[in-house]
């Protein structure tokens, strides 16, 4: 069973940036897909940047390319997400989850944090 534990959230002005980090336990990531997926009030989740176990393959949604940079840290077992010119519709839960090596996404987990919050003000 892994566990993954973020952290890094909290309550930023637009165009401020925040680095959350997903720390897996209990077992090692190397070889799966890891990724970012957020939430906002009333919506469905959605992905926001993935990374492959060789960290050759990259992801990121439209809405986030070019401000936000994900990355992993094998040898920590855990994964970046830097997160610059912050705006109020990045508002949401975040949430690291951990897939199989053959996928771009690990939409359907099977592992999953508890999520942290980020909070953007205008």
């Known amino acids: 069973q892994v566990h993954l534990l973020e952290s890094g959230g909290g309550s930023v002005q637009s165009g401020g940036s925040l680095r959350l980090s997903c720390v897996a336990s209990?077992?090692?990531?190397?070889?799966?897909?890891l990724g970012w997926f957020r939430q906002a009030p009333g919506k469905e989740r959605e992905r926001v940047a993935c990374?492959?176990?060789?960290?050759?393959?990259?992801y990121y949604s439209d809405s986030v390319r070019g401000r936000f940079t994900i990355s992993r840290d094998k040898g920590k077992n855990s994964i970046n997400l830097q997160m610059n010119t912050l705006k109020p519709e990045d508002t949401a839960i975040y949430y690291c989850?951990?897939?199989?090596?053959?996928?771009?996404?690990?939409?359907?987990?099977?592992?999953w944090g508890q999520g942290t919050q980020v909070t953007v003000s205008s």
């Open positions: 990374i492959s176990y060789t960290s050759d393959n990259i």
């Open positions: 209990g077992y090692t990531t190397d070889f799966y897909t």
């Open positions: 989850a951990v897939g199989p090596p053959g996928v771009r996404c690990p939409d359907t987990g099977p592992f």
